[in-house]
């Protein structure tokens, strides 16, 4: 492959921005990859700060579901203990059976956070 600006010269990378390639005197290097010099320099740059952020977003993510699972969960509990506490008291109010539904709602709830949370982190 010859540099596209230079046609006798050979190519000894390829633009990550425009995909044209590049002789020694054209190729600048922006971190891990190739661009344009004085061209696409700031574009590469771009992608490479996308493709660094891509890498960290599944951790950040597993980390705020498994927060937001321990949040809910919590709720859930507290919810369904007060639901059962007013049914087991004999008073049988439907507030106590409504708050023991949302509870186990909030639990179950909780807990796909944690299932979402673990896959995740495996990736």
Known sequence: MKCFSHSTVDAVG???SCGRGLCR???AEV???????????????TLNDLVERGRTAYQKTSATFFRSGIFVTMLGTIF?????IGIRGGSRA?????????????ACW??????????????
């Not at 909780?110 to 990736?123: D, L, N």
Request: net charge positive; with cysteine.
């Open 14 to 16: 390829i633009c990550k």
């Open 25 to 27: 005197e054209c190729v």
């Open 31 to 45: 971190g891990l990859g190739c661009s344009c010099r004085g061209r696409c320099e700031a574009d590469v740059a």
């Open 80 to 84: 369904g203990l007060v639901g059962w």
């Open 94 to 106: 439907p507030w106590s059976y409504f708050l023991l539904l949302i509870g186990l709602i909030f």
């Open 110 to 123: 909780g807990i796909s956070h944690f299932v979402s949370a673990r896959k995740m982190s495996q990736k």
